[in-house]
C-alpha cells in the first residue's frame, strides 16, 4: 500500500482549479488560431481574435478567463492500491476548493438549497465529486470548473435502440441548433452513448476533457464524431453566435454497454473557455 | 470591418434609433450591472408600485456577475452571463426607461416587442472573454444589494466597452440575420 496524504490531495486539488482557471490549455489555444484561420465571417473573426486575447490576457495576468469561475467537477481516478491517510477525502478536495476560490480571486457561484433557499455557501462548495477505483498506486485528477451558460444547453435523449447513429447525429445536432448563441461558442460537444441516463451524462462530460480534437478509437464511432461536427458548423451559428463556420471545435464521443431495451444519448456542451486541467498524484 | 461607433450613457432614442443591427459599438460611461435575483427583486418593487433602487431612465444593464477583484486592479473578470433568464423581468423596466442591455444570446419574443416599443437596444458582448472586457472597466462599486455578493448591482464607469448591436430599436435580430449567411457553406 502506498500512503498518500488527505492534505496532499488538498493542496493539488487547490493548485488544479487556479490553474484552470487562470490558464487555457495550449492545445486549445492552437485549436482557436487554426479556427480564426479557417472562419470566413467577419465577424466571426474579430470574436475568435477577442477570445484568443482574452485567454493571453488572463495567463500573464493570472485572472479568470471567464467571470463563471464555474462549479468545481474533480474526477479521481484512485488507484486500489493508495490508502488514504490523515483525514477525510471528499473533505480535502472540498477544501482545496474552497481555498482556491477564496484565494485566488474565483467567482463562488454555489447555492446550497437549488429551489427555496438559493443562498450562496460562499466556497464554491460543494465540489461535484467522481471517483473510479482504478488498478494502481497513484491518483489521477481532473478538474473542470464548469461554466452554467454551457450546463444549461445539456440535454438526454432515451432514444430507441432501432434510431441507431441516424437518430443520434440528429437528437446532438438539433441540441446544438436550439442552444444557438447561448453556450459562448465555439463549443466542444462532450457526448455519452450508452449506459444508464446518469452514466451516460458522466460519460459526455468526461469526455469534454479528452486532447482537443481527439478522436474515438473505435472508428465508427471517429466517424460520427467527424459527421456531427460537419453538420454542427454547417449550422452557420458561429463565434459568439453571430455567423460563420466555426461553431463548434470538436465532437468528443464515448459510449458505454447498455441494456436490450435502450440507447441513452447523453450532451454536454462545453463553451469555449474550455478549462480543465490534470495532476497525479 | 467598420469601425466601431462611439457612444456614451446616458443613452437618448435619437441616438438608440440610428444604431443597427451589426453595428460594432464602444461605449463610455456609467453602466450597471445586474443579474437573476437583482432582477427579480427589482421585479417585485415595480410590482407593487413603489421606487426603484436606481434611476433607470436611459440606462444600461449589463447582465453580469464579477469575479472579486485582485489587488490593484478596479474590477475582477466579467463578461455576459446568458440573457435569456432576464427575459421575463425585461418588459417592466423597458417600460420604466431603460434603454439598453447587454448580454449574450437569445431574447423572447415578448423583450423584442418591448424593444421595438419602448425604442431601446439590446447589445451583446463576448461570453468567456472576461478577463479582456474587464480592461474597459476603470471604476466599480456594489450600489445596491450588497448581500447578494457577485449578484448585487454594480455601477461600473466604462470606457470603450466593446459590444455589438444584436438587436435593434427596429427589432432586427443579428442573431436571425447572420447565421442563414453561413449555413450550408
Known sequence: ?281 | MKEAIKITTPLYEEKVIQLKAGDLVSITGYIYAARDVAHRRIFEIINKGKKLPIQIKGQIIFYAGPTPAKPGYPCGSVGPTTSYRMDPYTPPLLDKGLKGMIGKGLRSKEVIESIKKNKAIYFATIGGAAALISKSIKESEVVFYEDLGTEAIYRFYVEKFPAIVVIDSDGRNLYEIEPPKYANQ
Do not use: W
Request: proline share 5%; with cysteine.
Open chain 1, 1 to 281: 500500500m502506498r500512503k498518500i496524504k488527505v492534505t496532499q490531495i488538498k493542496d493539488k486539488v487547490k493548485k488544479l482549479f487556479l490553474k484552470a482557471n487562470y490558464h487555457i490549455n495550449q492545445d486549445f489555444l492552437l485549436r482557436l488560431e487554426k479556427a480564426l484561420k479557417e472562419e470566413i465571417s467577419p465577424l466571426g473573426k474579430i470574436v475568435l481574435k477577442m477570445i484568443i486575447e482574452n485567454n493571453k490576457i488572463a495567463s500573464k495576468e493570472e485572472v479568470p478567463i471567464c467571470q463563471d469561475t464555474g462549479l468545481a467537477v474533480v474526477f479521481v481516478d484512485i488507484g486500489q492500491e493508495v490508502h488514504l491517510v490523515g483525514g477525510d477525502f471528499t473533505k480535502a478536495i472540498n477544501q482545496g476548493v474552497k481555498e482556491a476560490y477564496q484565494e485566488g480571486y474565483l467567482r463562488k457561484s454555489v447555492v446550497d438549497d437549488p429551489v427555496f433557499e438559493r443562498k450562496n455557501t460562499k466556497t464554491n462548495t460543494p465540489a461535484i465529486i467522481f471517483t473510479d477505483i482504478v488498478p494502481g498506486d497513484k491518483i489521477k485528477f481532473t478538474v473542470m470548473p464548469k461554466g452554467f451558460g454551457s450546463e444549461n444547453m445539456s440535454a438526454l435523449a432515451m432514444l430507441k435502440p432501432d434510431d441507431g447513429p441516424e437518430g443520434i447525429v440528429n437528437f446532438i445536432v438539433e441540441t446544438v441548433r436550439k442552444a444557438g448563441p447561448n453556450p459562448c461558442p465555439p463549443t466542444i460537444i462532450g457526448v455519452g452513448i450508452g449506459g444508464t441516463a446518469d452514466k451516460a451524462m458522466v460519460i459526455a462530460k468526461k469526455a469534454i476533457a479528452r486532447k482537443i480534437g481527439s478522436y474515438n478509437k473505435n472508428e465508427k464511432y471517429a466517424a460520427m464524431e467527424r459527421e456531427i461536427l460537419k453538420k454542427i458548423n454547417n449550422l452557420g451559428i458561429g463565434p459568439a453566435g453571430l455567423g460563420g463556420k466555426i461553431t463548434s471545435l470538436a465532437v468528443h464521443i464515448d459510449y458505454s454497454p447498455t441494456h436490450i431495451a435502450g440507447l441513452p444519448v447523453a450532451v454536454n456542451v462545453c463553451c469555449h473557455a474550455a478549462r480543465h486541467t490534470e495532476g497525479i498524484l
